[in-house]
């Protein structure tokens, strides 16, 4: 069973910068993508970051530039940069990821898919 665990979100004000982190422990499939997704109140689950097993990454356009996906596969985590934060980042924010076994449906962003997700961790931003 695929666990993704999310953690470092919370409350900065217009500028800032948080970074999400998300520990996938035992998670063996290192050459399918992972990623992070975000869903305000009232919108729809929209992606944001995703990274494939060969390090190439891609952003939505809203992100580009002020976000970072990154992984550490010897940690087992994988990570989003976000700087110079806006309000309208705010959102709850999702870890993705994909296994070919089981999962929940499929969700894609760019030319990855994904069928596994954390509970979420809450960005607030304020201005």
């Known amino acids: 069973q695929v666990q993704l665990v999310e953690s470092g979100g919370g409350s900065v004000q217009a500028g800032g910068s948080l970074r999400l982190a998300c520990a996938t422990p035992g998670y063996p499939y290192r050459s399918y993508c992972m990623g992070w997704f975000r869903q305000a109140p009232g919108k729809e689950r929209e992606g944001v970051?995703?990274?494939?097993?060969?390090?190439?990454?891609?952003?939505?356009?809203?992100?580009?530039?002020?976000?970072?996906?990154?992984?550490?596969?010897?940690?087992?985590?994988?990570?989003?940069?976000m700087n110079s934060l806006k309000p309208?980042?705010?959102?709850?924010?999702?870890?993705?990821?994909?296994?070919p076994v089981g999962g929940i449906g499929r969700t894609y962003f760019g030319e990855c898919s994904f069928n596994y997700w954390g509970q979420g961790t809450q960005v607030t931003v304020s201005s």
């Not at 309208?88 to 296994?99: I, N, P, S, V």
């Open 88 to 99: 309208g980042d705010t959102a709850m924010y999702y870890c993705a990821a994909f296994a």
């Open 49 to 81: 970051a995703a990274i494939d097993g060969r390090g190439i990454t891609n952003y939505a356009d809203s992100v580009k530039g002020r976000f970072t996906i990154s992984k550490d596969n010897a940690k087992n985590t994988l990570y989003l940069q």
